[in-house]
């Protein structure tokens, strides 16, 4: 019997193989179309990868047996198909077991061909949510504008919970190179109303915040906790809609890559240097002399490896 860590690891292997045309519809192709709509869960992801590279067999199996299967409860199989749209997982297993057919039918080996590469078709999709930002940007001012009240704020408070973390961290350590007081909250609750209240009082007027799927509880009540002490929010997320996009006063909505088990970042990460890049122009001035000032530094104490 293998351990929930195995499973795990096998419902989400990255397969080799071509990737079929997407003129002949291959089911691996019909799979991820029937699976691209709804924003799925990491743990509804595992079922979709699972059902992307077993099809064949998994078409037939029990909501006990795929359950089992994936390492995840029949709850869970419930919930995953109407996630996709289906009533239930007998509606959902009907059209599975039409797609798996066409599979079967094309003989001995059409299914290691169908399954695809999953990797590409993660590339893919972030290539197409890049595409997007591209387009956006097409008009900067909005950018332009708010990288401009970022860099007047002092102090800056960068705001980024459970999985936006690493977002926040990646913007807080650029912005301190150009910036003279950024201020990093990572953890929720009476830490993260304190850290804002005190930005507040020591002056500062704008949050940057980040909230990535799934979306937080704590995000919303920390933004709700900035807005009610004055400051201003400028958020990072992937939707235009919702709770805490309703809260905030600037919104940059970014497609994010929800091709794998976790999501992928490419589209958020580009904001950020746009923002940056905005930061860095709003006050050239100051800009030269901080990184003028933190090259001295870092060649002083030797913290980069010679090029």
Known sequence: ???????RAQASTITSGKTAPPAQAAPASQLRALFDGPHLSPGQRRIAQYLIENIAEAAFL?????????GVSQPSVTRFAAAVGFSGYPALRERLQSIALQTLAGGPGTAQEDRGNELQAAVDAEIENLENLRRDFADPDRVIDTGRKLSQSTPLTVL????????????????RRIHPD???VTRG????????????????TWVLAFSMP?????????????????????????LPLGPVAEEADVTFATGTGS???????????????ALLQAMTDADPERTQ?????????ADQHQFFLPE
């Open 189 to 204: 609750g009476s830490v993260a109303y304190d850290a804002l209240l005190q930005s507040r009082e020591a002056g500062g």
């Open 1 to 7: 019997m293998p351990s929930p860590q195995q499973v």
């Open 259 to 273: 091709r794998l088990v976790f999501d992928s970042y490419a589209a958020p990460i580009v904001m950020c240097a």
């Open 160 to 175: 980024g919970l459970r999985i936006s973390v690493s977002l926040a961290e990646y913007f807080a350590y650029a912005a």
């Open 214 to 238: 799934r979306h937080a509880h704590e995000t919303l009540a920390a933004v709700r906790v900035a807005r009610s002490a004055g400051l201003k929010v400028a958020l990072i997320t992937d």
């Open 62 to 70: 029990s909501i006990t047996e795929l359950a089992d299967r994936v």
């Open 289 to 297: 002399a901080r990184l003028e000032e933190y090259e001295q530094v």
């Open 182 to 184: 950024v201020r990093l």
